[in-house]
């Protein structure tokens, strides 16, 4: 009883083998394409690494800043302008945005703590938000080379549309000698400056807190060199 089982069995696994060796090759050669496709899809996606954007808000942790028009630096760039520039950070789609807690002082991070700029990537590209005192009027933007990139004459637009150039510099200013760029610059990231206007100038002041919304969403715009719809 047993040998004729186990022949029987053998006949049946005989039986079976031509479809098993049928069928076998057109399921690998299926799984080989699917594996195939989903290899392609990954090196799509890697070459399309996102470049990310950080935005810094003012001087950071308990620094107010320039004082003017019953305000500071730090408290204007944080109520008025931190929410309106993240909204619209969150509309682009090609490139990443994301905001330094302002409940931190990057130079300080940097220099004391030995964390800040460090943790930053060193492709990611730092753009600091400032707004300028005691005399005069205008935003310009300090820029990280000798020339202005084509991401500074966009964000200097802005600036010009909004607010309008300070006259002293013509829109760009190389400067060498500031903390918050210099931990940036020796470190060979990224980076530009905005001094978005006069926060003593009661014009520009003016024009900066009524059109925030805009002036907003034209920095990011600039900022990403993409349009929110
Ligand atoms: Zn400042």
Request: aromatic share 8%.
């Amino acid at each position: 009883m047993r040998l004729k089982w186990k022949l029987s069995l053998l006949t049946a696994a005989l039986l079976l083998l031509p479809i098993s060796l049928a069928t076998t090759p057109e399921t690998s050669v299926k799984a080989a394409s699917t594996s195939t496709t989903k290899t392609t899809k990954k090196v799509t996606k890697k070459k399309k690494a996102k470049h990310t954007y950080l935005i810094v808000m003012g001087h950071g942790a308990g620094d107010p800043g320039a004082r003017g028009n019953g305000t500071s630096e730090a408290k204007f760039l944080r109520k008025y302008y931190l929410p309106q520039l993240k909204k619209y950070a969150k509309k682009i789609k090609n490139s990443k945005v994301v905001f330094y807690n302002s409940k931190h002082d990057i130079v300080r991070d940097t220099l004391v703590h030995h964390k800040g700029s460090y943790k930053i990537n060193k492709k990611t590209t730092v753009i600091m938000f400032h707004l300028d005192a005691p005399y005069g009027r205008g935003g310009h933007v300090i820029i990280h080379k000798k020339h202005p990139t084509a991401r500074d004459k966009r964000m200097a637009k802005v600036i010009k549309k909004y607010v309008g150039l300070n006259h002293a510099y013509n829109g760009y200013s190389y400067r060498t000698d500031l903390k918050n760029c210099n931990v940036l610059r020796h470190r060979h990231i990224d980076y530009s400056l905005v001094e978005m206007g006069f926060i003593t100038n009661k014009s520009n002041f003016k024009h900066l807190k009524k059109n925030r919304a805009k002036i907003a969403k034209a920095y990011i715009e600039a900022i990403t060199n993409e349009n929110i719809k």
